[in-house]
């Protein structure tokens, strides 16, 4: 069974520049999220999805943060414009919701690395 | 706001030895709680859950405890090897269905 699949997974660009961020969750898998972690910390809820729709983005930078779950299974995180402090991992995680398994349990990807100089 | 804690950032112990992490939170009642271990550069995997009504919960090398009473978890790895070296993440969740608080973690490093 696949993995979540994240990508690109490291990313430089300059301050004032758009990012974006892409997120294959495993099969199957209903609920979405996407996490940031600075160096040293736990991850950090940015915003969940049930299918396609957000449940959850109480955590969410919506001046400059936006996510999409178009189709409820592929999900992009977009950050327009990067700011220096936004240098940390974005992580994507998903979990089997009404598919099976307890569904609290998540699967990480392996994250993506921005830098923002 | 809730608050998790784990005992130390770092900790080293000899292979072979009993290592014991430490998970506290604070203005939080989960109704269970996860840990998850993170290797450098990789997403976290998850490892154990478990639930407010369950006391201990064991898989291989792996024992977790829960008091609620003393909003701590306890998490053990005995006979600990160098490839158990690792951050380790508690994640108390259940207040709100699906969200994962989770703690800085602690660096485990058994050496030989």
């Known amino acids: 069974e696949a993995g979540v699949v994240q990508s690109p997974r490291y990313k430089i660009i300059e301050k004032k520049q758009p990012v974006a961020f892409w997120c294959n969750p495993i099969s199957g898998h209903n609920t979405l999220y996407w996490y940031l972690q600075n160096l040293g910390q736990g991850p950090e809820l940015l915003i969940r999805?049930?299918?396609?729709?957000?449940?959850?983005d109480s955590q969410l930078p919506k001046d400059r943060f936006s996510a999409e779950r178009l189709k409820g299974v592929d999900s992009t995180l977009k950050i327009q414009p990067a700011e220096l402090g936004d240098s940390a991992v974005y992580l994507c995680?998903?979990?089997?919701?009404?598919?099976?398994?307890?569904?609290?349990?998540?699967?990480f990807g392996p994250g993506t690395r921005l830098t923002v100089l | 706001s809730q608050k998790i804690e784990q005992n130390s950032e770092a900790l080293n112990i000899q292979e072979g030895k009993t290592a014991t992490l430490t998970c506290n939170y604070t203005?939080?009642?989960?109704?269970?709680l996860q840990w998850y271990r993170q290797d450098p550069g990789r997403g976290p995997v998850f490892l154990l859950l478990i639930r407010e009504n369950e006391k201990e919960k064991r898989k291989e090398r792996l024992k977790v405890t829960f008091d609620t009473t003393l909003k701590q978890s306890l998490f053990h790895i005995t006979a600990s090897q160098p490839a158990d070296s690792a951050t380790y993440l508690c994640?108390?969740?259940?207040?709100?269905?699906?969200?994962?608080?989770f703690g800085r973690g602690t660096q485990l490093t058994v050496w030989p």
């Open positions: 203005n939080y009642s989960p109704a269970y």
């Open positions: 995680a998903s979990s089997p919701g009404l598919a099976g398994g307890f569904r609290d349990t998540q699967y």
């Open positions: 999805y049930e299918n396609e729709e957000a449940v959850d």
């Open positions: 994640a108390p969740g259940g207040s709100t269905l699906g969200r994962l608080y």
